[in-house]
């Protein structure tokens, strides 16, 4: 089915291709028996990181954490004592506990939402996953699945873009969006240069992020994990480690590499090719190569419907839910009473 291409199917196809980069990452760091998360349960730096192209942006931390929970302390303590002639009534004290619990957890996953917007996979599990689709993945792809056709079409994908930048729906929502005071096409082509990936890290990511019912994905996640360990571990300068251990770790590598050779040739022959073809036809290709934390969007661009006293009660045809209609951008069309 063909999806449109409004912002709120924008956000979470972007939002998808978010989780399936920290599952990659999660995956590649746990093979290479390194840890993922702190004692907290917080994923670690090495694992999922900020990253942005501008470096004050990735600086920017205004509002830290404890002022936020400043914030949400004295709310809660102002409704509280604004209701306590109420709440002296309640015959069940768990409905306090339980609004409290729930204004916290809706903070919280707020918070969270808006600090996570700029993260990414670390520095050194893409580097691994780039060394290992350089090294094994492309030259065993060319020869087994004819893998020069799915870049020919990258490249092809990525010219036309360039050229013009509207003749993809989903690159026209972003340009629609962010810059609609800038209609030149030299500034569009400077607006989108940061939304992909280019070069080896498009086609790393293209890999990666293919349909997982090939099993490609997860042969790719144990090979780079194998990569980054051998890389840590018998590559890591100021780290003693016994030539018995680094014999352990190389043998296990190239055994994993065997092992993905072995994949690619049982594999029909242009399998992997022609499906990844088929992906690069469609209008959404972009969410293959995108880069989302370059993407200038955050959350707060999928508008949520805007009450309105002065307006009728109306029901959203699509969740249910009751609330006053307004006319203002972002919010639900009013309809007429029936």
């Known amino acids: 089915m063909v999806q449109r291409a409004d912002m709120s199917n924008l956000m979470r196809k972007i939002s998808t291709v978010k989780r399936l980069d920290l599952s990659?990452?999660?995956?590649?760091?746990?093979?290479?028996?390194?840890?993922?998360?702190d004692v907290n349960g917080n994923l670690l730096s090495t694992v999922w990181t900020r990253r942005s192209i501008n470096n004050e942006y990735d600086n920017a931390t205004l509002l830290t954490r404890d002022a936020l929970q400043k914030h949400l302390q004295q709310f809660l303590e102002k409704n509280i004592e604004s209701n306590s002639a109420m709440l002296?009534?309640?015959?069940?004290?768990?409905?306090?506990?339980?609004?409290?619990?729930?204004?916290?957890?809706?903070?919280?996953?707020?918070?969270?939402?808006?600090?996570?917007?700029?993260?990414?996979?670390s520095h050194g599990v893409e580097s691994a996953m780039s060394q290992v689709v350089i090294e094994h993945a492309l030259p065993y792809l060319r020869r087994h699945q004819q893998f020069d056709a799915v870049e020919r079409k990258?490249?092809?994908?990525?010219?036309?873009?360039?050229?013009?930048?509207?003749?993809?729906?989903?690159?026209?929502?972003?340009?629609?969006?962010?810059?609609?005071?800038?209609?030149?096409?030299?500034?569009?082509?400077?607006?989108?240069?940061?939304?992909?990936?280019?070069?080896?890290?498009a086609l790393t990511r293209l890999l990666f992020r293919l349909d997982t019912r090939t099993e490609l994905k997860d042969r790719l996640c144990l090979l780079a994990a194998k990569m980054l360990q051998k890389k840590e571990v018998c590559e890591r300068q100021g780290v003693y480690t016994s030539v018995r251990q680094r014999s352990d770790i190389v043998q296990l590598y190239n055994n994993t590499v065997l092992a993905f050779r072995e994949f690619i040739e049982r594999l029909p022959v242009r399998a992997l090719s022609d499906m990844a073809v088929r992906n690069l036809n469609e209008d959404d290709w972009i969410f293959l190569v995108i880069d989302h934390t370059a993407v200038p969007v955050t959350m707060a661009d999928v508008q949520p419907p805007v009450p309105c006293a002065e307006a009728d009660s109306e029901q959203c045809p699509t969740c249910g839910a009751e609330f006053y209609m307004s006319s203002e951008p972002g919010s639900h069309p009013k309809r007429p009473r029936t």
């Open 24 to 37: 990659v990452s999660t995956d590649t760091t746990s093979l290479a028996n390194m840890r993922v998360r």
């Open 154 to 201: 990258l490249a092809e994908n990525m010219k036309k873009l360039e050229q013009d930048p509207t003749s993809n729906a989903w690159a026209q929502t972003l340009l629609k969006h962010i810059s609609q005071d800038r209609v030149a096409p030299d500034e569009q082509r400077d607006e989108m240069f940061f939304w992909l990936h280019r070069g080896n890290h």
């Open 88 to 121: 002296v009534k309640l015959s069940d004290p768990t409905l306090l506990v339980d609004w409290v619990v729930r204004t916290s957890e809706q903070w919280e996953n707020r918070y969270a939402l808006k600090r996570d917007e700029k993260f990414d996979i």
